[in-house]
């Protein structure tokens, strides 16, 4: 099966109001080509399910986004996102706030079929009591009460990975595959944009399959976009760009703000924001970051 | 060991808060931020070996890798995998001791790293949100640094947002026992505290030298337990900051508390 297709064909399977789960971490490893191309289309009414960055932030700053599920924004080494402050400090979106962990037992329990997963993560603290859709409930095993933690169901989820067949096998070859497999997994669609895509027989080499997290029928869609995770970074081809991320953030304490950004950037294509930004190779030469 | 008689608070905080992890045993150690990273990191190389660090990013260490950046020829010591969904299976499993910064820290040691003023639906200031605390905060011990110790930080009534539970009766879920909750070390720039007073009251457990116990009331928000005898924090050994001058080679630590000032003060 050829599931190869455009980043404007994955958009144009989207639907306002959906749930959608977006991978990576932070401004690590984001499908961002297919978050701007949502930028680009007249979609509304979101629900983003994320570990977000700048995916989160941008969508808000569009007015794309209806509520964000959330652990964090943040852009790691500018810690807070601006857009997404804006929108929570403007009212502007509905949230449902969540540990991180949490985040994870929703996409199990969605990938899995199951209504909850109990756990003692969130008891005592505000991530219960702002959320009257997270049920605390008694156990049939012992005396203490847990929290039902409930499956996030994602009408579609967007992946960024480095490289995938047209079949829809993906690899992910940096050291961290983050929450991806289970974003894949949580979807009745997944679409997935890679740095490069290679015939099937790149997989028959033992160590290049054993960096593949999901099997293909997880997988919807393939896109290949080479730096289509700039400015967030997809290691180990390239960093995250941080004199982009400081201009983003810039942008928002200026006169056009994310407007100002978008002019600036964006571009009507892939192939123009890349131009805008300074080519596919000056992407592909950002240093990773140290920790 | 020799005592130095010439330090910085920020290593004199280090060394301080290393002490939190010196009792641990085999669990992971994880500072967030360069002071809690190299206090942990200071343990991990002196007082508890047993410890075990990751990379900051998806790999278990068995040699903390020093802070900023490093030579191209430097080899991190690996020993596993620990991608951030593995990170969960050793939360969960208890066998972490945390070290984090947030934004508030109230009477009860309820902590908030999110909604800041306003209301949860209009914050007047959006933080980074719940991250890990509350799982952190039921799974397993967890202590706390802060840089500049206030009354903004350690402030009066509630959290505005509860991110990590804590000794709050009034929030403890059923079942539960306060003991449950495990808060160990906060240190400051002023002083170091834990939650050992009458009814988990934060409890004052070292003053760094020439900081004086008013002082410290005088920056919180809610009345802190003073024993009678209150000892002056452990100056950093000679050894000690050896360890940490090799750990962070670039010097970040003068850039973490406000004009990097002597340890013993003026």
């Known amino acids: 099966m050829n599931k190869q297709m455009t980043a404007a064909q994955v958009v144009a399977q989207l639907k306002d109001g959906m749930t959608i789960g977006i991978g990576g971490w932070g401004p690590r490893r984001k499908p961002m080509a297919l978050v701007r191309e949502i930028l680009r289309s007249d979609l509304k009414d979101l629900t983003i399910v994320s570990y977000g960055g700048a995916d989160v932030g941008m969508l808000c700053a569009a007015g794309k986004v209806k509520k964000v599920v959330f652990a964090f924004v943040s852009l790691d080494f500018i810690p807070l996102e601006p857009y997404f402050r804006e929108a929570r400090q403007s009212g502007a979106i509905d949230v449902m706030e969540i540990d991180e962990g949490m985040m994870l037992l929703g996409l199990r329990a969605a990938a899995w079929g199951i209504p909850f997963i109990p756990t003692e993560v969130g008891l005592g603290t505000d991530v219960i009591n702002k959320n009257s859709a997270i049920k605390v409930i008694d156990s049939p095993y012992d005396d203490k009460e847990w929290v039902a933690m409930p499956a996030l169901k994602l009408d579609a989820s967007l992946l960024h990975v480095d490289k995938a067949d047209v079949r829809g096998v993906c690899q992910i070859a940096g050291p961290d595959h983050y929450m991806d497999d289970w974003f894949a997994r949580a979807a009745a669609k997944t679409y997935v944009s890679c740095d490069e895509l290679v015939e099937t027989a790149y997989f028959h080499d033992p160590a290049q399959a054993r960096m593949v997290h999901w099997e293909r029928s997880a997988t919807t869609g393939v896109v290949p976009i080479a730096g289509g995770a700039h400015p967030s970074s997809c290691s180990p081809l390239y960093g995250f760009d941080v004199p982009h991320f400081k201009a983003y953030v810039a942008s928002a304490k200026e006169e056009g703000g994310f407007k100002g950004y978008c002019d600036k950037f964006l571009g009507a294509s892939e192939a123009e924001y890349q131009k805008n930004v300074g080519g596919l190779d000056a992407i592909r030469s950002i240093a990773l970051p140290t920790y | 060991m020799t005592a130095a008689t010439d330090y910085t608070l920020a290593e004199l905080c280090i060394v301080a808060a290393s002490q939190a992890f010196a009792n641990d045993g085999e ?176 409890r004052l457990v070292s003053l760094h030298p020439g900081v004086t116990a008013e002082q410290v009331q005088q920056n919180t928000g809610y009345p802190v337990h003073i024993p009678a005898e209150v000892p002056v924090t452990a100056a950093p050994t000679v050894e000690q900051l050896a360890v940490i001058a090799a750990l962070d080679p670039h010097n970040q630590r003068a850039q973490q508390i406000k004009d990097n000032p002597p340890g013993i003060r003026a």
């Open chain 2, 27 to 202: 669990v992971l150690a994880t500072g967030i931020g360069v002071i809690p990273r190299l206090a942990a990191s200071l343990a991990m190389k002196t007082s508890n070996t047993d410890l075990m660090m990751t990379d900051s990013e998806a790999w278990m260490l068995s040699e903390p890798n020093p802070i900023g950046n490093r030579p191209a020829d430097f080899v991190p010591a690996l020993e596993s995998w620990m991608g951030f969904s593995r990170i969960f299976d050793n939360v969960w499993s208890g066998k972490r001791h945390a070290m984090l910064g947030p934004t508030q820290i109230d009477r009860f040691g309820q902590s908030n790293t999110s909604a800041l003023g306003g209301t949860y639906e209009k914050p007047k200031t959006m933080m980074l949100g719940a991250r890990g605390f509350p799982g952190n905060s039921i799974s397993h011990p967890n202590s706390f640094f802060v840089p500049e110790h206030n009354s903004r930080v350690f402030m009066d009534g509630e959290c505005d947002f509860v991110s990590s539970i804590g000794y709050n009766p009034a929030r403890l879920p059923k079942g539960h026992k306060l003991d449950d909750v495990d808060i160990r070390l906060v240190i400051t720039n002023l002083c170091v505290m834990d939650f050992g007073g009458p009814n988990h009251q934060i």
